[in-house]
């Protein structure tokens, strides 16, 4: 995870890697970082000097000079030739691992809500009520549709905070953390949307009452249709970012796609 400031306002692009990118030196993964964070923040920084701070000393060598490495050097070329397509002028300088402490830290944080519904059931729904247009909730590692929200800048975001978005004349994905389901449904309505949205049966969230009526027996008038989602052990799926998600695998609750219609209203 890296940070810029871009027009006094501090930006945050997160990324994981892969466990087979784990296994590679530190001085590639954080030429990739670099590379990320240009993929993900590059449209704030065009035009700009973008000062880069890191604690490895070989990535302001490879910047200067080049490497004899041929994949090492590939991933400078890249970077390069991004910053010319985006007329940034890319200033990187080292600095000692104690005054990195900000990056340092959150390159080590966790995500409990990085969990994803499995790709194979994703694609019933999208057969049934699809083609999803637009997924709220996600990012470049777990998308479900090509455009996208996340919670912090990423390769191929749209933007960040889905909720400060318009998703009207959109075929709306929606599976958030369970507990923003009440400020979607608000959300939804606000924008007229649609979409299918995924919630638990959980009647004791403070959202419940939104979605089902007060004695259990009907969904709510915006719900035009509805699914029930198998109990099985791999109906949700952990992201690179997760630990421990309690989500992860089989649900501990009943779980149902919506397919919500806020449009006619």
């Not at 194979?120 to 637009?134: E, I």
């Not at 998703?167 to 649609?194: E, T, Y």
Request: proline content about 6%.
């Amino acid at each position: 995870m890296d940070e810029f400031l871009t027009d006094h306002r501090s930006q945050i692009a997160q990324g994981y890697l892969s466990p087979s990118e784990q296994l590679e030196s530190s001085t590639w993964r954080e030429l990739i970082a670099i590379e990320r964070v240009l993929l993900s923040l590059g449209h704030l920084l065009a035009g700009k000097v973008a000062r880069l701070f890191t604690d490895n000393q070989a990535v302001t060598f490879l910047w200067a000079k080049g490497s004899r490495k041929r994949h090492l050097n590939m991933v400078v070329i890249r970077i390069f030739e991004k910053c010319r397509e985006l007329q940034i002028k890319l200033v990187i300088e080292w600095i000692p691992r104690e005054a990195n402490q900000i990056a340092d830290y959150l390159s080590k944080s966790y995500d409990s809500d990085d969990w994803m519904l499995n790709r194979k059931y994703f694609r019933v729904l999208d057969t049934k009520w699809g083609p999803f247009t637009f997924d709220r909730f996600a990012s470049a590692c777990n998308a479900q549709c090509v455009s996208f929200n996340s919670r912090y800048w990423c390769p191929g975001s749209a933007g960040i905070d889905a909720l400060a978005y318009d998703w009207s004349g959109q075929n709306n994905w929606v599976n958030p953390p369970f507990a923003l389901i009440g400020r979607v449904i608000a959300h939804m309505s606000a924008c007229k949307a649609k979409g299918v949205l995924v919630v638990t049966f959980w009647p004791r969230q403070a959202w419940w009452p939104l979605v089902r009526s007060p004695c259990g027996t009907r969904w709510a008038p915006f719900v035009a249709e509805n699914m029930p989602l198998p109990s099985a052990d791999d109906l949700f799926l952990p992201g690179p970012g997760s630990a421990n998600s309690r989500m992860v695998g089989k649900p501990k609750w009943s779980v149902y796609a919506l397919r919500v219609d806020f449009s006619r209203e």
